[in-house]
């Protein structure tokens, strides 16, 4: 088989979607490699590094020509893959609520459009999901971003000039970025409290030593729910959620959302109000900026300033770590391919379960269950 690897275009994508490692073990497997020259820069990595791992590093034509697996970080324009073999495999982020052009244009070009965020949340999964690897490096990188724009410090600090109070951090949706986040807040010193819908996300909170603030008064999830994601609140919680809220985040210095639902906008969980509730030179930052915020206000890559509080986001976190990153993603997508390899057929051949949760267009037609009606 022969495995494409394009230099991303999306604007402020750095990422990468091979590395040498896994350039390395795609070739143990029996294929061939191509990448398109340039495009490990941004991530560290040079055409050097990926030629001595022995892929073969050219132009983007002669990158996607005969190609049966093309892996990407966000899905290339599907004129950029003309070249690839009939009904070739492309393996990244689709977007495919958002983009459903570019999803129908992929099954207009005949090409197999794998989408890699609906990787199903199961337990041997775990190593294919980028979701998962991309949340953490946010969850972290949302507190550093944080600390560096608050002007104070976030550990207590004793010294001869008098002591310096430690930074009280809130951390809003306890998922996977939610709990990197909780935990970079502990080791830089802070104060943490943190919330979610989901019931079973209070132990994890506790476990790493930080505060759980719930709704007690309205049922919210109490299972993990299908896959372990949220579904959008009912009335009476959202206004529980609003009350509880208000209260707590006037004494923070530092609140971290990452709320969710997938397929939908994120849900709103601080309005402008409750901000002029906070005190001046605070920091928020919206880890769901990208997909509408769950800060009201909120604008991706900007530093919005409202009632003496600064809140910021990045359109696209991960990007933010392209090294870190790319090597996470990297190695999903070969967890990914080599987890369905036929080694007698020298290429991989998906299982129903994972198949169909991912695969987006097959033969000329959109054939996920997810994108129907
Ligand atoms: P996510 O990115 O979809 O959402 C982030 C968090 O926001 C979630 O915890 C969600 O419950 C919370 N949220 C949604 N609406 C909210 C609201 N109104 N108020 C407060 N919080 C709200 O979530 P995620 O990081 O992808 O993780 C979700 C769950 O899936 C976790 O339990 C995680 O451990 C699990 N998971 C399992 C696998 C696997 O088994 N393969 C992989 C990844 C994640």
Do not use: C
């Amino acid at each position: 088989m022969k495995i494409a690897v394009l230099k991303e275009q999306a604007a402020g994508e750095t990422r990468v979607a091979a590395t040498p490692e896994t350039v390395k073990k795609f070739i143990g497997l029996g294929n061939e490699v191509a990448i398109e020259s340039g495009a490990g820069l941004h991530a560290s990595i040079t055409d050097e590094a990926f030629a001595e791992a022995g892929a073969s590093v050219g132009k983007a034509a002669a990158t996607v020509k005969d190609a049966d697996i093309v892996l990407g970080i966000q899905a290339p324009d599907e004129k950029a893959l003309k070249g690839a073999k009939s009904g070739a495999w492309v393996a990244a982020l689709f977007d495919p609520f958002s983009d459903t052009a570019r999803v129908e244009a992929y099954a207009a070009a005949g090409l197999e459009a794998l989408a890699m965020e609906f990787m199903p949340r199961i337990t041997r999964a775990q190593s294919m999901d980028v979701l998962s690897s991309q949340s953490n490096l946010s969850g972290y990188k949302a507190v550093l971003a944080a600390a560096d724009t608050y002007g104070r410090a976030f550990p207590m600090m004793m010294t001869a000039a008098g002591t310096v109070q430690a930074a009280k951090a809130f951390v809003m949706g306890v998922g996977v970025a939610g709990l990197q986040a909780i935990a970079t807040a502990r080791r830089l010193g802070a104060q943490v409290s943190a919330t979610d819908v989901r019931s079973a996300t209070k132990e994890q909170i506790e476990s790493l030593g930080a505060k759980a603030i719930f709704v007690e008064d309205v049922a919210g999830i109490e299972g993990e729910g299908s896959g372990g994601y949220a579904t959008e609140m009912s009335d009476e919680y959202k206004a529980a959620q609003a009350k509880l809220v208000s209260e707590h985040i006037a004494k923070q210095d530092i609140v971290i959302t990452t709320a969710l639902i997938p397929g939908r906008a994120a849900p709103v969980l601080i309005t402008d109000a409750q901000i002029a509730t906070m005190k001046p030179g605070s920091v928020i930052f919206d880890l769901a900026v990208a997909q509408g915020g769950n800060v009201e206000g909120s604008k991706p890559d900007e530093t919005v300033e409202k009632h003496g509080v600064k809140i910021i986001g990045y359109a696209n976190t991960p990007a933010q770590l392209p090294a870190d990153a790319s090597a996470l993603f990297a190695r999903n997508h070969f967890n990914f391919l080599s987890a369905f390899w036929d080694k007698e057929a020298g290429k991989p051949e998906l299982d129903e379960e994972i198949g169909d949760a991912i695969r987006l267009t097959q033969s000329g037609k959109v054939v996920n269950e997810r994108l129907q009606g």
